[in-house]
């Protein structure tokens, strides 16, 4: 029932003043998808993190307190993980414990599509000191195809991917 309340969520703010829309990139190719930053504005155009977005002037919504509590809850999970498995006591050393200030929600129709592609507009600084950026993807098995981003909707067909950073 979490998923549900994720995907209901991300379907106001998409609504609302600074939700989705479809951007495009430099060459004026339009994504296959519509998108929505919470927290800071990605323009895949310029490539950067700003607090509006240039096509609309629009300021995104701030990411709700659930999501932040997803982060912290992987986080901490894997801190668990690495303190089991590598036998080290200080986990926050491998992975730093982090409060989001982007999460990027894609949106997909039944024809929308993301290539495979790697993140690499983090800063040089985030980086070097290794950072995550955190995935939360709500998946069905029925758009297992479609791999790991997604959700599936018998009644709607429709796709949705969400990143926190």
């Known amino acids: 029932m979490f998923q549900v309340k994720i995907v209901k969520t991300c379907r106001e703010l998409g609504l609302g003043p600074g939700g989705f829309y479809r951007p495009s990139y430099r060459d004026g190719a339009k994504l296959h998808l519509q998108m929505m930053c919470l927290g800071l504005n990605w323009d895949p155009e310029t490539r950067k993190y700003e607090d509006r977005r240039r096509v609309d002037g629009c300021e995104p919504p701030g990411i709700p307190c659930e999501f932040n509590l997803l982060v912290k809850r992987a986080i ?3 801190h668990a993980l690495i303190r089991t498995n590598c036998n080290l006591s200080n986990a926050e050393e491998v992975i730093p414990v982090i409060s989001p200030n982007i999460c990027i929600v894609n949106f997909y129709t039944t024809s929308g599509r ?7 507009d983090e800063s040089t600084e985030s980086l070097r000191k290794g950072l995550p950026v955190v995935s939360i993807s709500v998946v069905t098995l029925q758009n297992s195809c479609m791999g790991i981003r997604g959700m599936w909707t018998k009644h709607r067909k429709l796709y949705w991917n969400q990143e926190m950073y």
């Open 76 to 78: 901490q999970d894997a």
């Open 114 to 120: 993301l290539g495979l592609h790697q993140d690499r």
